[in-house]
């Protein structure tokens, strides 16, 4: 009887297991400083859930804490894809308080915010490591995305075998060149978009769905 | 590490082999880094480091930024990452080579001017 008994608790376990809804994946949003993180983040959240993710800046590190935006559906060819989104802070490998001075800022306001930076730094780092099943990695198109940070973190994420989608963000700039980005990059797909305008989100949901579904 | 010379005759620089780095666990190899760059000196490593390694070095230098004392790293290697070229079979195995030259330093004494896929152009000042 015990035996039967623990062959149906076992097959039920397994079927549960098996019908259960998958848990939404963790997607951490990564880049260096003012690619648009932040403002792709609550393009995304306003789009499917009506609510931001977090205050955006033109200064940089003002993302200083990564930020989770959970259960966040996007409906895709019928289909629904649920992820929790990660807006890390920034990545970089040095912070400059007085680089924040020209900002107008105070000094104590400044070493404030570079500690902070600092901190948030470290912490996206070990969200990478531990914390999330994909990446999607903003790049501000207008920008050289030849740096060592890009270069590093990009080998970090493909060393992790972690799913990424590469997006060109600010093309409404007149400076921006998506070709340069899939040049760097060409082991990687590469989207362009406005996160600021709301240029070209369709096809950067069909590809989330794609990527991370 | 050799004695340092006095730092207003130059800027002392520690090519690393790779060897050397081989018998060291990841910590040491970072707080071996962080105390050479933390001098003002250019760490240059044969053999580079692995991405994991690079994730932990940010990561501890990031907690060792001080206003007015240190600022952070300087870090550059070739971009292309051999480690993502190995066959599956390699990466199973733990095969995954990580060899590109990286050039450390502290970040208020070294600006990159120039980099793509073979060429890394560096500027180094004194303190």
Do not use: C
């Amino acid at each position: 009887m015990g035996l039967l008994t623990n062959l149906k608790d076992s097959i039920s376990r397994a079927a549960s297991t098996l019908f259960s809804e998958e848990d939404p994946k963790r997607i951490g949003i990564y880049g260096p400083p003012n690619a648009g993180k932040t403002t792709l983040a609550n393009r995304i959240a306003r789009d499917w859930t009506g609510d931001a993710v977090g205050p955006e800046s033109h200064v940089p590190h003002e993302t200083r804490r990564a930020r989770r935006k959970e259960n966040v559906e996007i409906e895709r060819d019928g289909k629904k894809v649920t992820i929790d989104i990660v807006d890390t802070p920034g990545v970089t490998t040095k912070v400059d308080y007085t680089e924040f001075l020209e900002h107008d800022m105070e000094k104590d306001d400044a070493v404030r915010r570079s500690r902070e930076a600092t901190e948030g730094v470290a912490e996206a780092m070990h969200w990478l490591r531990e914390d999330v099943d994909g990446v999607i990695y903003v790049l501000d198109s207008a920008t050289d995305p030849f740096t060592q940070v890009n270069t590093m973190l990009i080998g970090i994420i493909e060393s992790q075998d972690l799913p990424v989608l590469i997006l060109a963000n600010k093309i409404d700039l007149e400076e921006s060149s998506v070709q340069r980005i899939r040049n760097a990059y060409p082991q990687h797909e590469t989207i362009p978009l406005s996160a600021l305008e709301g240029d070209n989100m369709d096809e950067v949901y069909d590809k989330i769905a794609e990527y991370f579904g | 590490m050799a004695e340092v010379k006095d730092p207003d005759d130059g800027v002392q620089i520690d090519l690393i082999s790779g060897e050397r780095m081989a018998g060291l666990a990841s910590m040491e190899k970072i707080r071996m880094i962080l105390d050479g760059v933390r001098d003002g000196n250019i760490v240059i490593l044969e053999e580079g480091l692995s991405p994991d390694e690079e994730s932990r070095l940010i990561e501890v230098t990031m907690t060792e930024i001080s206003p007015d004392e240190f600022n952070g790293i300087e870090i550059e290697t070739y971009p292309k990452s051999e480690a993502a070229d190995a066959s599956i079979l390699d990466r199973l195995m733990g095969k995954q080579s990580t060899q590109k030259l990286t050039v450390i330093g502290p970040a208020n004494q070294i600006e990159t001017l120039h980099k793509d896929e073979t060429l890394i152009s560096a500027l180094v000042s004194r303190k």
